[in-house]
């Protein structure tokens, strides 16, 4: 999803990054040196997972990418969603959130400048609007009241890697149990893909047990279009398994990393890749491999998004 949330100071993790591999100082006691971790977020584990050239383009190489339609639709909807929450549980209706679309959308355009030249359809602000309508018929926010929001939320795992990520929103029932939401504005997906959506919040309850000491009751994808709710709930033995799926993920992106050799993985996937011009699958040539470089004092904050 593309972000355009304002850059936020997260000071207990100032990130670095050599050969576009991102690696975070996590905060210690006082004056104590801060050790460099490693790390990794579902974005860029799902991108290695579905093609190792694509997590070099993206993470390493950093070639841009132009936002699609879709992307800026569903980074306005969940915007909107966020923004909900700030209102009076009686004011949060149908009508207050169709209404929010037009400012959040002139916000956006604010933010990101370069959103106007997005070609977007006829329909876009109207699908938008259809999208939240889809969300009212799957929950009501009134009865709700959100523990965290847009939350970042962050954990070393295995002693070596750090891995963080942005909760859409947390619940927290009054005996504790929590349940994490993740908003979806394209279809219910195949079996097939919802496991790959179901990724993105293993990561999520894997961080919530590592640091908080409870494993999440409850993973809830909300798919806004089809106005379906699929509901899940992991413990803590298939969390450990996926921690140490986690970290084994990250040793074949080191080695990867160390050898120059992403290679690509063709799918139906491809078709939404903006890389293919340079992508040997399709007769193209990757650029040449980045040399490792310093970091920049702007690389000493992590931006907010930079997962989604």
Do not use: N
């Not at 809830?220 to 899940?232: H, M, N």
């Not at 491809?270 to 890389?275: D, K, L, Q, V």
């Amino acid at each position: 999803m593309l972000s355009t949330r304002p850059a936020r100071a997260v000071l207990s993790y100032p990130s670095i990054s050599v050969w576009g591999m991102t690696t975070e100082a996590v905060a210690v006691e006082p004056h104590d040196e801060a050790p460099v971790y490693p790390s990794l977020s579902p974005s860029r584990a799902a991108d290695f997972k579905t093609c190792p050239l694509l997590y070099r383009f993206r993470t390493i190489d950093r070639l841009p990418e132009t936002p699609s339609p879709d992307q800026a639709r569903g980074t306005l909807v969940h915007a909107v969603l966020e923004r909900l929450f700030d209102l009076p549980a009686a004011d949060r209706t149908a009508d207050t959130a169709a209404a929010m679309v037009d400012p959040e959308w002139e916000r956006m355009l604010e933010e990101v400048p370069d959103l106007a030249d997005l070609p977007t359809p006829d329909d876009f602000l109207p699908s938008a609007r259809e999208l939240l309508a889809g969300y009212f018929t799957v929950e009501d926010p009134s009865r709700l009241e959100p523990a965290e929001r847009e939350s970042l939320i962050s954990t070393v795992v295995d002693d070596q890697l750090l891995i963080r990520g942005y909760i859409d929103r947390l619940d927290v029932s009054p005996d504790g149990a929590l349940r994490v939401v993740d908003y979806k504005t394209g279809g219910a997906p195949r079996e097939a893909f919802e496991a790959r959506a179901l990724f993105q919040l293993k990561f999520y309850a894997l961080v919530l047990w590592r640091t908080r000491g409870v494993v999440p009751r409850v993973l809830r994808l909300l798919y806004l279009k089809d106005a379906e709710i699929c509901d899940y709930s992991p413990d803590a033995e298939e969390l450990a398994r996926f921690e140490r799926t986690l970290v084994a993920l990250w040793q074949a992106i080191a080695r990867a990393t160390e050898a120059k050799d992403f290679r690509p993985k063709p799918s139906r996937l491809c078709g939404w890749c903006s890389h293919q011009a340079v992508c040997p699958a399709y007769g193209g040539t990757p650029p040449p491999f980045p040399a490792p470089r310093a970091p920049s004092a702007a690389e000493q904050i992590e931006s907010p998004g930079a997962d989604e």
